[in-house]
């Protein structure tokens, strides 16, 4: 089914509205947002005069609501310039307009009579074959189906997006029951393709799966937080990134959420899944009827599990006791059996580690999951038939790393029967046939492609959709052909090879960049492209500083200025290799990351990344051809008749502040990638299978190795401004002394030096330059106070 879309309506602009039109505005969709006109004016509008009649006032609602999104944080947009794709109404004045649109989504209050309402409108306006969705995560399809034409009915389905929708990659797809089949393809693959998520078919069961399943597993710990005796920060030290979870664990998500949000999810289980085995899970303990009575609904009422108190002028944290439902300081949890996992660096590998613990720890996880093995295999095949849409439903909502049967396979799924059985949990019946079959895992891997458990075939099937990706925990057994205890290489095909960094943070040491050397000589004579490109939660947090402070420390500056050089030119192998050269940069791409980045043929970056050259912020200049390739940028960059020092100004004070871009998208503006190279993907998972497709475009397309450049330098025209803006910053109390001497480094390289008039100099000129000025700041004692302070709070330090 072809099918583009050029513009979209949403209907609702509340919190999720707004934040769903700014997500189509990401990817170059054009939004019409609509909402209510107000019933009244407010105190604003009576002063100046206006009636009901204006349409600044009858676009109140909407224009109040995407303005208030816009400047939340973290944003809703890639880049503030995409709002303009967006263009606001009411539902009186322009819900003709709906007639121009591709598709039209419902994200209006979660009630039965107002959705009926706001269907009844856009049929009258809708033309035929429009795709018609609702965001709603409770409200049977049925009802909000019911009176609608045969042609609505059709294209009609719920696309549940979780919030914020920028950032959480869950888009639950459930067709209505005479949606045809077609629209249903259509969304999950618009999800996957365009919008970049992880479209999840399920069923028209109350709470879809990812919060039937998520709203189970805090429920099962509201119960079992009692039972074992457990604090709140005890909690949220057991299920936060120790076992793959976000940062905020439980408690912390909750309060971010809203207690009332996860109450109403909670009551509408407890309320339409009477046969649920589970039912009484989903009744709210006492503490959390305490809790709403006294509105401690977490962030939006400023206190819930935890709040922050100021006493003597000082901030803290405090936790809520849910004996005495009484707030004390927080206190930091310690659990002996989390110790054990201190030097497992893969989640995956802790569970079994966990579930043997001899503490409260040991016996927390063994209850956990146990209930939670519990809960999953009865929802096959009530929710899904399959299963490993339970596991990409819990990832993509929730930021699990592993979904539970994941964990279960971890653990060993007899283990896990185990676990059950000790606490009298039944096992159902397909769970039993599937390991007296001989069937030990619900997942197995073959041919680089993973297989799951099929119900009800009994047998291994592949995942669909694997084909527009290349997963590398697939292939890395089979397709590795060198590693080292950093980095590992492995052949993709078609002649292209990967680099994929594996040290601690992914971090740049001597062994990662022996392992893009090796690459880059690689492709050079047996294959063919090199991509550096990895799967983990973030490409790169830049070079290893815990060696930089090391052998400044010990004053072994040859080490180092030998460190630095074979950082420098790894990077500019990058540019000048004999092969195509991509970086697929995600996430954090800090430092040295941005440093690759620069000097690669083409980067295909995710749009979730976050890229900047950040080392002021540890008292240093980029000292991996960072300073000198900003430089260049800022040469390149100007056109003929342009005030050329302009732009060199503005990518200094880049630099100098340590900018770091919250998007791919706002990287363009920074000067970190190029517009009509770099390419921006929106779907992480696709990001390495379209960079290897770029290669072999670039290679089909005559790829020839760069050559040697020449760069013009402005010297002391440059220097000036540059003197003269950082003696400013000093004398207003905006930047300290030492802040002065970093950035009068970073001048000087970018300058070219104390060059006399605008030279052309080569790139090896800037490098030694660049070099030399870092060496010199590594010798400063408040760089080194600014370094080891980074390394033990991961906090920059102004000295």
Not at 24 to 43: K, M, R, T
Not at 67 to 73: A, D, G, N, R, V
Not at 277 to 294: R, S, Y
Not at 741 to 765: C, R
């Amino acid at each position: 089914m072809k099918r583009p879309i050029k513009k979209v309506a949403v209907i609702g602009s509340g919190i999720m509205g707004s934040g769903i039109a700014c997500h189509f505005a990401n990817i170059g969709v054009e939004v019409l947002l609509l909402d209510i006109v107000p019933f009244e004016l407010n105190d604003k509008e009576k002063a100046k005069g206006l009636t009901l009649k204006d349409k600044v006032v009858r676009n109140r609602m909407v224009n109040d609501s995407l303005t208030k999104s816009l400047k939340s944080k973290p944003s809703p947009i890639y880049n503030q310039k995409f709002a303009k794709r967006i263009s606001t109404g009411n539902l009186e004045d322009d819900i003709h307009k709906i007639k121009d649109v591709d598709w039209i989504m419902e994200v209006v209050v979660e009630r039965l009579d107002i959705k009926q309402q706001v269907f009844e409108k856009i049929e009258k306006h809708r033309k035929p074959g429009t795709l018609i969705t609702s965001n709603t995560s409770g409200i049977p399809i049925q009802f909000m189906n019911e009176g609608r034409s045969e042609d609505f009915q059709q294209h009609f389905a719920v696309t549940h997006f979780f919030n914020p929708p920028r950032y959480l990659k869950l888009f639950e797809v459930v067709p209505g029951p005479n949606c045809k089949q077609e629209v249903t393809d259509f969304l999950m693959n618009y999800g996957e393709k365009f919008l970049g998520k992880t479209s999840v078919l399920a069923k028209d069961t109350p709470a879809f799966i990812g919060n039937r399943i998520g709203i189970f597993g805090i429920m099962s710990l509201f119960h079992q937080v009692k039972e074992l005796g457990l604090t709140v920060e005890e909690v949220d030290k057991l299920t936060g990134p120790v076992i793959g979870r976000p940062k905020s664990a439980t408690f912390r998500t909750v309060d971010v959420v809203g207690l009332d949000t996860l109450v109403h999810v909670a009551n509408g289980i407890y309320k339409n899944c009477p046969e649920d085995e589970a039912h009484e899970l989903f009744k709210l303990p006492d503490f959390i009827d305490t809790m709403m009575e006294n509105k401690w609904l977490g962030s939006k009422t400023k206190q819930g599990f935890y709040k922050k108190v100021v006493e003597g002028g000082k901030k803290s944290i405090h936790s809520l006791n849910l004996d005495t439902l009484e707030y004390s300081p927080s206190k930091k949890a310690k659990f002996a059996t989390l110790e054990l996992t201190k030097s497992v660096d893969k989640v995956i590998d802790r569970f079994k580690i966990l579930v043997k613990g001899k503490d409260k720890a040991g016996e927390f996880y063994r209850k956990n999951f146990a209930a939670m093995f519990g809960y999953v295999q009865n929802r096959i095949p009530e929710i899904s038939d399959e299963l490993y849409r339970l596991d990409d439903a819990m990832k993509a909502g929730f930021g699990w790393q592993h979904g539970p049967f994941e964990i279960w396979d971890a653990i060993g799924v007899e283990k896990g029967i185990e676990l059950m059985q000790a606490e009298n949990i039944p096992v159902a019946s397909w769970v039993t046939e599937m390991v007296a079959a001989g069937n030990k895992k619900f997942y197995t891997v073959c041919d680089g492609a993973k297989y799951f458990y099929d119900v009800p075939s009994k047998e291994q099937v592949k995942i669909p959709g694997q084909d527009s990706f290349i997963i590398l925990d697939n292939i890395r057994e089979a397709k590795t052909i060198w590693s080292n205890s950093g980095a590992s290489i492995q052949h993709l095909g078609d002649g292209v090879l990967n680099v994929e960094f594996q040290s601690k943070m992914n971090t740049l040491g001597g062994e990662v960049l022996q392992a893009i050397n090796k690459g880059i000589d690689l492709a050079e004579t047996e294959y063919e492209a090199v991509i550096l490109g990895n799967q983990a939660e973030h490409f790169t947090v830049g070079a290893n500083l815990a060696m930089v402070f090391m052998m400044a420390v010990e004053q072994e500056y040859d080490e180092l200025n030998f460190s630095v050089k074979y950082f420098q030119d790894t990077v500019m192998r990058l540019r000048y290799s004999s092969c195509p050269t991509i970086v697929a940069p995600h996430g954090y791409t800090f430092g040295g990351g941005c440093e690759l980045s620069l000097h690669a043929d083409k980067v295909i970056a995710a749009a979730e990344t976050y890229i900047g050259l950040v080392e002021f912020g540890v008292g240093i200049i980029p000292g991996g051809a960072g300073s000198k390739e900003m430089a260049i940028r800022a040469s390149e960059g100007v056109l003929k008749d342009d005030v050329k020092l302009n732009k060199l100004r503005d990518y200094f004070i880049n630099v100098a502040m340590a900018k770091v871009a919250t998007s791919a998208h706002e990287a363009y503006d920074l000067g970190f990638f190029k517009k009509h190279k770099d390419l921006v993907v929106v779907n992480k998972d696709r990001q390495i299978a379209t960079a290897k497709r770029h290669a072999i475009q670039l290679l089909e397309d005559g790829y020839t190795q760069p050559a040697n450049k020449k760069v013009q330098v402005y010297g002391q025209q440059a220097l000036g401004m540059f003197l003269v803006g950082t003696d400013s910053l000093v004398n207003g109390k905006y930047a300290s002394e030492h802040d002065q001497k970093i950035a009068n480094k970073l001048g000087y390289v970018m300058a070219g030096g104390d060059l006399s008039e605008p030279t052309f100099v080569s790139e090896q000129y800037l490098l030694d330059l660049e070099r030399e000025a870092f060496m010199s700041l590594c010798a400063e004692r408040k760089t080194l106070e600014r370094i080891e302070h980074m390394l033990k709070t991961g906090k920059p330090l102004r000295n």
